[in-house]
């Protein structure tokens, strides 16, 4: 079935900057300069700077790419009128559907609009992702069609939500009852992350110290802690049981809850 109107959906990215192809060689070489010439003749090689890969042009997303948990998801919903006629009664519906609910994303509250002849209704829409797994955008477009009647279809755009970190721990008992906790937080994502703060809050059977501290209060780690792709970082902390069970031997060895990692 072919609609009076198009819809097209683009995810919006960090700008990032389309460079020329850098192809070059020694003018004793049998090209000579012509390698060069081309690059000076490319309109998207910084201008005295063509052997460098630097542009001046921003580039369109040309995939999805990869999206996290704890990001915001950001696209672009654009409805455009391809024919020659206005379209009555255009509007845009865009809803989010995880595997535990469906989440309403559409900002406008407006009545149906129309659509003169190449005119666009386009929303912007921002949603921060706190499920991993399988997400369905599914973009409703109604409108009014050449016989008066109600017409409408549906796009669906389907992407995986994938966990940002990894933590892998490690337990070491000594003879004091403590328990020392050694977490490494290794950054599985494709770009660097700046983790913030990494903390271990206590249970009601543990009390927690970190030793990811010097004397005056500094991160051991210093003022930013960056993590470049695959790289890790190692905490450690001091787990010591509450007096209401370091006495009582049975509930000591029952303790299984240190506390939540955050």
Known sequence: VEHLVALKVMRLTKPALVSPKIVTCDFKDLPGNILNNFLKEDATA??????LAVGQFLLLPQS????YLGETFSCYVCVHNETNQPVQSVSIKADLQTSLQR??????NQKPIMLDVDETLSDVIHHEVKDLGTHILVCEVTYMSNYNTPASFRKFFKFEVMKPLDVKTKFCNVESDDVFLEAQVQNITSGPIILEQVTLEGSQQF???S???IDDGTSVFG????LQPQESCQYLYCLTPKESIAK????????RNIGKFD
């Open 46 to 51: 910084v201008v005295q700077m063509e052997t």
């Open 64 to 67: 999805f790419g990869n999206i």
């Open 103 to 108: 989440v309403p994303l559409t900002t406008q």
């Open 207 to 209: 009390s927690v110290k």
């Open 211 to 213: 030793l990811n501290e």
């Open 223 to 226: 003022d930013v802690t960056l």
């Open 248 to 255: 009582d031997i049975k509930l000591l060895a029952a303790a």
